[in-house]
Each structure stands twice: as C-alpha cells, then as structure tokens.
C-alpha cells in the first residue's frame, strides 16, 4: 500500500503564534500561505496519492478547504506533530503501512527528500522510524550559530553512527567545532530535516507513551521514540544546490523569500 503524507499543522505555536497562515511571496510576487505551500511541496513527492493535513483549528482547516486540500481535524492537546500524525491517522482510518510527517513549516522540502526517506523505508522492513539529514554548508552553518548568539532557536543537527543510527539530535550545534576548524572542506554538521516516516506499529507505540525527559528539554518530538528504545534511522539526502530551511521564527520569512524568489 502507498505511503500517505500528513502535514500537522497547529495555529498557537510558542515561537511563532499564526505561522501556517504566514503569507511567503515567490520571485513573481505571488503570496501562498505557508500551509499551502507546504502542501504543495507534499503533494509533488506522491501526486496524487493521499496528502493530508492534520490540525485542531478552524481557521486552519478552512484555509486548506478554499485552496482544495484535505483535512482531518485533531484534539488541540496533541503534544507534537507525532502525536498529531497517529491520532489523524486513527480518526480518519487510514491503513497505509507507511506515515509520512511532512511537518508545515518546511515548506522548501525538495520532493527527493521525501522520495529517499520512503524509498530507505520499503528498502528494509526492519526500519520503523526514518528521517533525512543534509550535510552543512559554511552559510547554513554559520546561520545556526549566528541564531544561537542571538538567543534564538534555529534548525536543529544531528549525529548518527556508522550504520545510520542517530546517536542524539539538538537545537544546539552538535558535534563541537574548534574555532579553527577549517570550514572549506566538508563541514562535519547534519541538518536534521523536520520529516519523518513511520510504520504504524512505532507510531501507535509513540503516541500511547508519555513526553520523555530529553524530548522535554530538547523540544524534539523525535527523541521519545530514542528514549523509548525504538532506534530512528538517519537517510542522507543531497541539496542540489537547494537551500534549505524551516519557517521556525519571523526572521525566517525573508530567509525563505530569498530562496523561493
């Protein structure tokens, strides 16, 4: 059975109260919505395959009605798009093996990112839990710190062992980097990219466990399913000369403006 996507989609962020209703204008002035783009970035990995928005508010839920997209409407106390995704897909009675959590404020996700996390998925019936990382580049390196010495949270990186096993994930930049460290060579830095596929059975034993303690300081949905035992698997994916980054604050708008023009 074909993977499906939802995109979990809540109005009262902390850091960014009403961002899926943000306007973002491309290079030809056209302003979409944040949500609609998102959607439009699911809808190019399996077009037409089911893509879904999940999300608790009206507003929300009408905006993606008027431009013809899906939904499935959530309880406000989901904790997380995780939490958001199982329950959507239990109301709604969807039964594809694979969720994919395309999360709605990346709305630069390329349709490969998608596309290599499903395929290292049905690649190995063994793997429960997946999600892409993009090696650094200088800029986007120096855009996580210079977020940090603003005091802001930014992307979030990760690190992962020999066979693709993610060791932890943190909205601090891991691994440390000596000041010295010579930047035009590979820069040693994972992006982690805010998707996730699932097989049913690790997301129905997510969300029938509580917050656990790393995912609580972190604020990093990912983390229970570590803490929980249930290893996550780290897929590469290549940029292609696309920049990527997640709406996770105001200064972003003009961040991915800048890309989409």
């Known amino acids: 059975m074909s993977p499906i996507i939802i995109i979990p989609a809540r109005y009262a962020s902390t850091r960014y109260p009403g ?78 093996e694979i969720v994919v959590n395309l999360q709605g404020d990346a709305p630069l996700t390329p349709s490969w990112f998608v596309a290599d996390l499903i395929a290292a998925m049905q690649g190995d019936p063994a ?10 580049d200088a800029e986007t390196l120096q855009n996580f710190r210079d977020d940090r010495a603003a005091g802001k949270v930014g992307g979030t990186t990760a690190v992962f062992a020999r066979d693709m096993t993610a060791l932890y994930f943190s909205k601090e930049v891991i691994p440390y980097l000596p000041d010295d460290h010579d930047l035009s060579a590979e820069v040693p830095v994972f992006h982690h990219v805010g998707v996730y596929a699932y097989r049913r059975a690790a997301l129905a034993q997510y969300a029938a466990a509580t917050p656990t ?26 940029g292609r000369g696309r920049v990527f980054w997640e709406l996770n604050n105001p200064v972003d708008v003009a961040r991915i403006e800048k890309v989409l023009s």
């Open 213 to 238: 303690p790393l995912e609580g300081l972190e604020g990093l949905e990912q983390l229970r399913f570590m803490e929980l035992g249930l290893p996550v698997r780290c897929v590469e994916v290549q």
């Open 19 to 96: 961002k899926p209703l943000v306007e973002l204008r491309d290079g030809s002035g056209a302003a979409k919505t944040l949500i609609r783009r998102s959607w439009e970035a699911a809808c190019a990995v399996l077009d037409p395959a089911e893509v879904h928005v999940a999300t608790d508010d009206a507003r929300i839920a009408d905006h993606v009605a008027d431009f013809g997209g899906q939904v499935i409407m959530t309880d406000p106390d989901c904790r997380n798009g995780t939490e958001r995704c199982a329950q959507a897909a239990e109301v709604a009675g969807l039964e594809a």
């Open 127 to 136: 793997c429960q839990v997946a999600t892409p990382v993009l090696r650094c």
